[in-house]
């Protein structure tokens, strides 16, 4: 706020250079002839950070499929996004993507992974001692110039 206040007040003097003192200050001309232009409409309230969140979303999902998700999210606590929207478009209230339910459940704090809308971890099993499990894979038919090699991997777990 001081730096801003600053700038301003260089860039307000009669014969100022405002490239310059852009350059000085790092900034931009754009975002400094806005820093001027809001400064002699508001004063120095105009110089307050002001949110980047757009004042409207009209791409966002309607209400009424909002709360259609959320309910059907509640009667079926292990189900994700896909399934979700495959029933809200079976029933007619909307077709949103399953991404966008996911994200309306993730919205609203609802708890997607093991219990739906979530790929597990892979869980590696272990044996406590050398030789207890051994695994076994065949990889297939690998042809070559002379004969057929039979690939086989062995991990002892």
Same mark, same amino acid.
């Given at each position: 706020?001081?730096?801003?206040?600053?700038?301003?007040?260089?860039? #307000?003097?009669? @014969?100022?250079?405002?490239?310059?003192? *852009?350059? $000085?200050?790092?900034?931009?001309?754009? *975002?400094? /002839?806005?820093?001027? #232009?809001?400064?002699? %409409? =508001?004063?120095?309230?105009?110089?307050?950070?002001?949110?980047? $969140?757009?004042?409207?979303?009209?791409?966002?999902?309607?209400?009424?499929? =909002?709360?259609a998700a959320l309910a059907v999210r509640m009667a079926h606590?292990?189900?994700?996004?896909?399934? %979700?929207?495959?029933?809200?478009?079976? =029933?007619? %209230?909307?077709?949103?993507?399953? #991404?966008?339910?996911?994200? %309306?459940?993730?919205?609203?704090?609802?708890?997607?992974?093991?219990? @739906? @809308?979530?790929?597990?971890?892979?869980?590696?099993? =272990? /044996?406590?001692?050398?030789?207890?499990?051994?695994?076994?894979?065949?990889?297939? /038919?690998?042809?070559?110039?002379? @004969?057929?090699? /039979?690939?086989?991997?062995?991990?002892?777990?």
């Amino acid at each position: 706020m001081k730096q801003k206040l600053e700038f301003v007040r260089l860039a #307000s003097a009669k @014969g100022a250079n405002v490239s310059v003192l *852009c350059q $000085r200050f790092g900034i931009g001309r754009t *975002c400094g /002839h806005k820093l001027l #232009s809001r400064y002699r %409409i =508001e004063g120095e309230a105009g110089l307050v950070e002001q949110s980047r $969140r757009p004042r409207s979303s009209p791409a966002r999902s309607a209400p009424e499929v =909002e709360a259609a998700a959320l309910a059907v999210r509640m009667a079926h606590p292990a189900w994700g996004g896909r399934k %979700i929207a495959r029933v809200l478009v079976r =029933e007619g %209230i909307g077709t949103p993507a399953a #991404s966008t339910v996911t994200g %309306i459940l993730r919205r609203n704090g609802i708890e997607l992974g093991t219990s @739906g @809308g979530g790929a597990q971890p892979f869980i590696r099993f =272990e /044996h406590a001692a050398p030789n207890d499990l051994w695994q076994m894979d065949f990889k297939g /038919h690998v042809a070559l110039r002379c @004969g057929r090699l /039979h690939p086989l991997t062995v991990l002892d777990d």
